[in-house]
């Protein structure tokens, strides 16, 4: 199975700031890492696949990059909604593995 | 638009099943693989298996592939999830979701999620 690492585990921040967080895979994959967005007791939101490419209605502060096992997930000016919890996706084998999710905080 | 609309919370007893619906509406349904995700309490997402709706293949992540059975019914565009041997550490909410015409691609849409409690 291919492992996902996360990091940070949680990071507290400032609307206007930019944030980033990165993935880890336990081996080289494609692209096919996804990002995904968590509120408190709502079902998650898909925001990016294919590493860089945002779902349709995405706003362009989200961003994904990267490539082989280490891929980044950032927002360039974090709005009031955006505070939740992020997580990555591998589906470039079974099973698809998540990361263990990023908090993203108020400061 | 795009839905995917979950059968409602269930309280099971331990060695009980369950069986949690997902309807799909506003696209071709054989069309593009569902995935099911399970979210225990306060933790993080896990990825469950997926199904075909076209063929009806499935994959099963090892730690559910001898107690979960995903089925289809294109009659009514519904997947089911049933879980067999229930435990309290199943207690979770379960999310069907939309994956994409081949298996190897990204979930865009999710189901508002099922609450399942396990207790005696």
């Known amino acids: 199975d291919i492992q996902m690492t996360q990091s940070p585990s949680s990071l507290c921040a400032s609307v206007g700031d930019r944030v980033t967080i990165t993935c880890r895979t336990s081996q080289v994959i494609t692209n096919y890492v996804a990002w995904f967005q968590q509120k408190p007791g709502k079902a998650p939101k898909s925001l990016i696949y294919?590493?860089?490419n945002l779902q349709s209605g995405v706003p362009s502060r989200f961003s994904g990059s990267g490539s082989g096992r280490d891929f980044n997930f950032t927002i360039s000016s974090l709005q009031p909604e955006d505070f939740a919890t992020y997580y990555c996706?591998?589906?470039?084998?079974?099973?698809?593995?998540f990361g263990p999710g990023t908090k993203v905080d108020v400061k | 638009q795009v839905q995917l609309e979950q059968s409602g919370a269930e309280v099971k007893k331990p060695g009980a099943s369950v069986k949690v619906s997902c309807k799909a509406s506003?696209?071709?349904?054989?069309?593009?693989?569902l995935h099911w995700v399970r979210q225990a309490p306060g933790q993080g997402l896990e990825w469950m298996g997926i199904i075909s709706p076209f063929s009806g293949s499935t994959w099963y992540t090892q730690k559910f592939r001898n107690r979960v059975t995903m089925t289809g019914d294109t009659s009514t565009s519904t997947v089911f999830m049933e879980m067999s041997g229930l435990r309290s550490e199943d207690t979770a909410v379960y999310y069907c979701?939309?994956?994409?015409?081949?298996?190897?691609?990204?979930?865009?849409?999710w189901g508002q999620g099922t609450l399942v409690t396990v207790s005696s």
């Open positions: 996706q591998q589906y470039n084998s079974y099973p698809f593995t």
């Open positions: 294919a590493a860089s």
């Open positions: 506003g696209y071709t349904f054989t069309s593009y693989y």
């Open positions: 979701a939309r994956g994409g015409g081949i298996s190897t691609s990204a979930i865009d849409n």
